[in-house]
T-cell receptor
Framework: GAVVSQHPSWVICKSGTSVKIECRSLDFQATTMFWYRQFPKQSLMLMATSNEGSKATYEQGVEKDKFLINHASLTLSTLTVTSAHPEDSSFYIC??????????FGPGTRLTVL | KQEVTQIPAALSVPEGENLVLNCSFTDSAIYNLQWFRQDPGKGLTSLLLIQSSQREQTSGRLNASLDKSSGRSTLYIAASQPGDSATYLCAVGGNNDMRFGAGTRLTVKP
């Protein structure tokens, strides 16, 4: 099946700094990618839909100025958590959309903000 | 807005038992439904994908069914093993989005 990678797999940062997470589709082009967040013992929640060449669509309650999404190419979407705070500590997972609405998920990035 | 519910939230069974996990969704206009496995602190492993035109999919000891009209899917695990212990997530695919249930945390005791 299609492969999606994320980098880094885990990151620890100080409060107030910005962190960039990359999501790449390795063997296919994805015009649409998604970003999810998962807090401990909770399910995945969709944060935003990232479309190549256009602005991302954010879910209600997700701050677009805090979670910057860039989908500059058909194989790369980035999520930047700006001015991170401890409450942003979470597991972030991206996915890429393929044919027939099937999504392929990255392995996730664990963010810990001190 | 699509809402996905999984019952039970947690399940503990002895090894060798057959078990059923349930998933229900409120909007039957779906593109597909997918079952995932998630181990603690890890990402998602796709188990089975059922397109909206299909009624079931099978892979090894796993069988997933889909009844769109009633908004239900079940994941059947045969002859459970301790290695099956994980959280199982049901996700409903709509028009360019996917909504997840809260998951069922399965523990299979040796």
């Amino acid at each position: 099946g299609a492969v999606v990678s994320q980098h880094p797999s885990w990151v620890i940062c100080k409060s107030g700094t910005s962190v960039k997470i990359e999501c790449r589709s390795l063997d296919f082009q994805a015009t649409t990618m998604f970003w999810y967040r998962q807090f401990p013992k909770q399910s995945l929640m969709l944060m935003a839909t990232s479309n190549e060449g256009s602005k991302a669509t954010y879910e209600q309650g997700v701050e677009k100025d805090k979670f910057l999404i860039n989908h500059a190419s058909l194989t790369l979407s980035t999520l930047t958590v700006t001015s991170a705070h401890p409450e942003d500590s979470s597991f972030y997972i991206c996915s890429a959309l393929l044919l027939y609405n099937e999504q392929f998920f990255g392995p996730g990035t664990r963010l810990t903000v001190l | 807005k699509q809402e996905v519910t999984q019952i039970p939230a947690a399940l503990s069974v002895p090894e060798g038992e057959n078990l059923v996990l349930n998933c229900s969704f409120t909007d039957s206009a779906i593109y597909n439904l997918q079952w995932f496995r998630q181990d603690p602190g890890k990402g998602l492993t796709s188990l089975l994908l059922i397109q909206s035109s299909q009624r079931e999919q099978t892979s090894g000891r796993l069988n997933a069914s889909l009844d769109k009209s009633s908004g239900r899917s079940t994941l059947y695990i045969a002859a459970s093993q301790p290695g099956d212990s994980a959280t199982y997530l049901c996700a409903v695919g709509g028009n360019n989005d996917m909504r997840f249930g809260a998951g069922t945390r399965l523990t299979v005791k040796p």
